[in-house]
């Protein structure tokens, strides 16, 4: 549930933007994050505060409560409002993502087509949160089979090879700490597959989902996209 009219309106009156979220809170209504940063080479070494100073666009913490509209380098996969045009120019989703990484994928894209990404905080997305703890290994080795495919889309040889070695280090010492690090060292060992991916086990089950799809019509029409997902998702859209 959300005040898609607040998204709505800040696209429309700002043309230059194409993709927004809005404040992510939870059942309790407690805020979450709805932005966050890249992954650049700089915050993966050195930590964000680090990287901040020496990145081109000066990108807000997702620590801090922003009360007014900012531009954020990457919005929550939880909620986001597109303009269908740019939506469709660079296009769409990345099917290879699985879970995880869309949002990180698709906000950047944006960026470097030349359009902004902006979170507008007067607009409450409510966001029913799931996961499954006996899948913990599993959901975090999926993570990084998406983190390994972000990193070779989106980086050269030598970019990649600094932020993985600084992922083999960091799973290495998870080896002593968690259950289960050996099982996710392991996996990077072999490169995380995509082969590997939960995508090749899920189970679909085919559901009737028209009531909301036609209660969005009005922002086909205006040529607007609303995503709203968790691990299973809705998407409406016009056909590019």
Not at 109 to 132: I, M
Not at 153 to 163: C, I, S, T, V
Not at 199 to 222: C, N, P, W
Request: with cysteine.
């Amino acid at each position: 549930m959300m005040r898609r009219a607040f998204l709505k309106k800040f696209l429309i009156t700002h043309p230059t933007t194409a993709l927004v979220t809005g404040s992510v809170l939870d059942k309790e209504n407690r805020f979450s994050s709805s932005y966050k940063q890249f992954p650049h080479i700089a915050k993966q070494l050195f930590g964000n505060s680090i990287q901040r100073i020496f990145s081109k666009r000066k990108f807000p913490s997702n620590k801090v409560k922003l009360e007014h509209p900012a531009k954020v380098e990457v919005v929550s996969g939880a909620c986001m409002f597109f303009d269908a045009k740019v939506f469709c120019k660079i296009g769409g989703f990345d099917t290879v993502f699985f879970l995880y990484c869309e949002e990180e994928d698709i906000s950047k894209r944006v960026w470097d087509q030349g359009s902004e990404v902006y979170f507008v905080p007067s607009a409450r997305v409510f966001h029913a949160s799931g996961g499954s703890s006996s899948q913990e290994a599993s959901l975090e080795k999926e993570y990084y089979i998406s983190y390994f495919h972000l990193l070779d889309k989106h980086y050269n040889r030598l970019g990649r090879g600094l932020l993985k070695l600084a992922l083999f280090f960091k799973l290495f010492f998870r080896v002593f700490k968690r259950r289960n690090g050996l099982r996710v060292f392991a996996s990077m060992l072999g490169g995380f597959a995509k082969k590997d991916s939960l995508r090749y086990k899920q189970v679909i089950k085919k559901r009737l989902i028209l009531s909301a799809g036609m209660r969005e019509r009005r922002d086909f029409i205006d040529g607007l996209i609303l995503f709203v997902f968790d691990r299973t998702f809705l998407c409406l859209f016009p056909l590019c």
